[in-house]
C-alpha cells in the first residue's frame, strides 16, 4: 500500500514524533508506515485521516491502482 504521509507531514512542518504524538503510537511506527514496511490498522488509518483532515484514499493508495 502506497502513501503520501511522509509529503503530508511535511507540509506541516511536522517531525515524525509529532506525527506519533498526534497519532498516539511511536515514532518507530510512523517510519514504518512512511517507508511501506507497515501497513497500518485501519482504526488507525481513520485516525491518520482524521489529524489530516482528509479522506483516507487521498491519504493511502493501493499500489496495483497506483501502477495502473
Do not use: C, H
Amino acid at each position: 500500500m502506497r502513501n503520501r504521509l511522509k509529503v503530508l507531514r511535511a507540509e506541516r512542518n511536522w517531525s515524525q514524533a509529532d506525527l506519533a504524538d498526534r497519532l498516539e503510537v511511536s515514532r518507530q511506527s510512523v517510519n514504518a508506515i512512511e517507508t511501506g514496511k507497515y501497513d497500518p490498522s485501519l482504526p488507525l488509518a481513520f485516525k491518520i485521516a482524521r489529524v489530516f483532515a482528509l479522506p483516507i484514499e487521498q491519504i493511502f493508495s493501493d499500489e496495483v491502482e497506483a501502477a495502473s
